[in-house]
């Protein structure tokens, strides 16, 4: 049994018990689908788009190789407008930012 502490800290008995169980979360999960032009290899070409699918794009941080090591939002939202102004490119639209 855990006791809260407030703003969501609890004993080390919870810790322990998560360890122990081995059920850990991730916020930054990443590596998922890889990205390359060889459709043997990879999910997704550099554009986001998957190599199976037509007119399917993947625009988030599961097409980097691994966790960069640092909070990764700044190298997803650059990846992300890149990749969707390339597909509005794609479309047909006017790219505006």
């Not at 060889?38 to 794009?57: C, M, R, T």
């Not at 966790?67 to 102004?85: D, E, F, M, R, T």
Request: aromatic residues 4%.
């Amino acid at each position: 049994m855990s006791r809260h502490l407030g703003d969501g800290l609890e004993t080390n008995l919870n810790c322990r018990q998560v360890l122990r169980t081995g059920v850990l979360g991730s916020a930054h999960v990443m590596g998922g689908c890889m990205m390359g032009d060889d459709e043997k290899h990879a999910v997704i070409d550099s554009q986001g788009q998957y190599h199976q699918l037509e007119n399917l794009s993947i625009i988030d941080g599961s097409v980097f190789p691994t966790s960069i090591g640092a909070n990764p939002q700044l190298s997803i939202y650059g990846l992300a407008c890149k990749q969707a102004n390339g597909l509005v490119e794609h479309l047909g639209g006017i790219v505006t930012a």
